[in-house]
């Protein structure tokens, strides 16, 4: 089984050692992103609802990478750091799909990188 390494600039970079994305076997598997503005390299924390925009639009950015879309997206998994902004974060976070929703677990985590409120990562089907 080959795998095939995803990055690109319009999403951020790790901040460790990892990658954006990994394909493999039929599968994308992107990691967790927050909401980090690639083009400053600065943190979207005025509020959870721009900060959630601004981590899909980081997944978005990974998945035109690699060709794909949000429909592509069978599972995701969102880290928060209180579930009191479990409705917000839902809220946005729907706007993204049109129906076909993925799986996903939210669960609430003692602290994030850097401060932030929210995390996603996602797995992805490359042929639907």
């Known amino acids: 089984m080959a795998k ?6 319009k999403a951020p ?3 460790g050692p990892y ?3 990994v394909k493999a076997n039929g599968l994308l598997f ?3 992103q927050v909401a980090f503005i690639p083009a400053t390299g600065e943190l979207e924390t005025s509020n959870i609802q ?3 925009h601004q981590v899909m639009k980081n997944i978005e950015a ?3 990478e690699a060709k794909l879309t949000f429909g592509h997206i069978v599972k995701t998994t969102i880290f928060l750091s209180d579930m009191g902004l479990f409705a917000q974060v839902n809220e946005v976070y729907g706007t993204y799909f049109s129906g076909d929703y993925p ?3 939210t669960v609430a985590v003692k602290g994030l990188p850097r401060g932030v ?4 990562s996602v797995i992805a089907v490359v042929d639907l």
Do not use: C, M
Request: charged share 20%.
């Open 13 to 15: 970079a790790p901040i």
């Open 50 to 52: 721009a900060e959630t």
């Open 103 to 105: 799986a996903r677990e």
């Open 19 to 21: 990658n954006q994305a």
């Open 4 to 9: 095939q390494i995803i990055q690109t600039d």
């Open 62 to 64: 990974v998945l035109s």
């Open 30 to 32: 992107v990691s967790g």
């Open 117 to 120: 409120n929210v995390e996603i």
